[in-house]
């Protein structure tokens, strides 16, 4: 048995396994094919926080596998208030065949999935979103033909997806590059992390985006005040206000270089119309493709 909590998880080889599976599976469903490789099988969805695309991508894909969902949401046992997570993760354990968690803290997940006997997920946790960065290794990859010597600009926080993409990045022989204001970089603690997963990654990190995007293949964005911050709105929005990915930076940026933001985008501050809607963006390929990835991710772990 298996967990994904973080991209170190998987190995480099279990990473370009997971990533070609989720291209075969993706052409595979465009010439109308949906077999029921997961026939009777039933994935758990235990969410903390609101969800559009995990929640959907999840489901979806089980449905198109032949299994079945069940979802938890905030008021649904209360995870951790109601009763231990410990009595959670062994209650669920016999219902389901994997369990995805989206969660406010990453301890929470590690709890989680000490006391389950199935593969536990992270669907989100204030330390990381692998399956996200797992989805946006699948669109650079579909988009450029390859990943190794491409190179991404992350414009914005140093924040739980800024960090798995990195390290995806490092992994997938990707330069990475984040521009945030100062006081929003990556700390050593993650930068050391960083270095044990991908010994010979690079990873930059500038506080000026118009210098960053000079060599970019993908200019990478997401919202500056993520869900449990919100009374640093205020303070963030001046922060960052030099980070908006507009038609200005894209400017600055190779004719190439394509737009990504892992959604919901606030228009106007992070991103503008222009970068999220132009034909630079690939931002809704790259939605989608959280199912295709998951898809791999889920037959990989249940079927082991």
Same mark, same amino acid.
């Given at each position: 048995?298996?967990?994904?909590?973080?991209?170190?998880?998987?190995?480099?080889?279990?990473?370009?396994?997971?990533?070609?599976?989720?291209?075969?599976?993706?052409?595979?469903?465009?010439?109308?094919?949906?077999?029921?490789?997961?026939?009777?099988?039933?994935?758990?969805?235990?969410?903390?926080?609101?969800?559009?695309?995990? *929640?959907?991508?999840?489901?979806?894909?089980?449905?198109? $596998?032949?299994?079945?969902?069940?979802? @938890? #949401?905030?008021?649904? !046992? /209360?995870?951790?208030?109601?009763?231990?997570?410990?009595?959670?993760?062994?209650?669920?354990?016999?219902?389901?065949?994997?369990?995805?968690?989206?969660?406010?803290?990453?301890?929470?997940?590690?709890?989680?999935?000490?006391?389950?006997?199935?593969?536990?997920?992270?669907?989100?946790?204030? *330390?990381?979103?692998?399956?996200?960065?797992?989805?946006? $290794?699948?669109?650079?990859?579909?988009? @450029? #033909?390859?990943?190794? !010597? /491409?190179?991404?600009?992350?414009?914005?926080?140093?924040?739980?997806?800024?960090?798995?993409?990195?390290?995806?990045?490092?992994?997938?022989?990707?330069?990475?590059?984040?521009?945030?204001?100062?006081?929003?970089?990556?700390?050593?603690?993650?930068?050391?992390?960083?270095?044990?997963?991908?010994?010979?990654?690079?990873?930059?990190?500038?506080?000026?985006?118009?210098?960053?995007?000079?060599?970019?293949?993908?200019?990478?964005?997401?919202?500056?005040?993520?869900?449990?911050?919100?009374?640093?709105?205020?303070?963030?929005?001046?922060?960052?206000?030099?980070?908006?990915?507009?038609?200005?930076?894209?400017?600055?940026?190779?004719?190439?270089?394509?737009?990504?933001?892992?959604?919901?985008?606030?228009?106007?501050?992070?991103?503008?119309?222009?970068?999220?809607?132009?034909?630079?963006?690939?931002?809704?390929?790259?939605?989608?493709?959280?199912?295709?990835?998951?898809?791999?991710?889920?037959?990989?772990?249940?079927?082991?």
């Amino acid at each position: 048995m298996r967990h994904f909590l973080s991209l170190q998880d998987l190995s480099i080889s279990e990473l370009n396994y997971l990533l070609g599976e989720a291209a075969r599976m993706k052409a595979e469903l465009r010439q109308g094919k949906r077999p029921a490789l997961l026939s009777g099988r039933v994935l758990g969805l235990v969410f903390e926080k609101p969800s559009l695309r995990t *929640r959907g991508s999840f489901e979806a894909s089980m449905i198109q $596998l032949g299994g079945g969902a069940m979802f @938890f #949401g905030p008021s649904d !046992g /209360k995870m951790g208030v109601r009763e231990p997570v410990a009595d959670f993760a062994r209650t669920l354990s016999g219902y389901c065949d994997a369990v995805a968690l989206r969660v406010f803290r990453h301890s929470t997940l590690e709890e989680f999935a000490q006391h389950a006997t199935i593969p536990v997920i992270n669907a989100l946790s204030d *330390r990381a979103h692998p399956c996200q960065a797992l989805g946006d $290794l699948l669109t650079i990859q579909e988009t @450029f #033909g390859k990943l190794e !010597g /491409k190179t991404l600009v992350f414009v914005g926080d140093g924040n739980n997806v800024a960090m798995s993409v990195a390290l995806g990045c490092g992994m997938a022989g990707m330069r990475f590059i984040l521009a945030a204001p100062k006081g929003y970089h990556f700390d050593e603690a993650f930068l050391s992390h960083y270095r044990q997963v991908a010994p010979s990654g690079e990873l930059l990190m500038n506080g000026r985006p118009e210098h960053a995007v000079g060599e970019a293949d993908v200019i990478y964005t997401d919202v500056w005040t993520s869900m449990g911050q919100e009374e640093e709105t205020e303070q963030r929005r001046k922060e960052f206000a030099a980070f908006q990915v507009n038609a200005a930076l894209l400017e600055k940026a190779p004719k190439h270089a394509k737009v990504m933001h892992c959604l919901p985008a606030i228009r106007g501050e992070e991103v503008d119309e222009n970068a999220i809607d132009g034909n630079r963006s690939i931002v809704f390929q790259q939605a989608e493709n959280r199912m295709h990835a998951q898809k791999a991710l889920l037959k990989w772990l249940m079927l082991r």
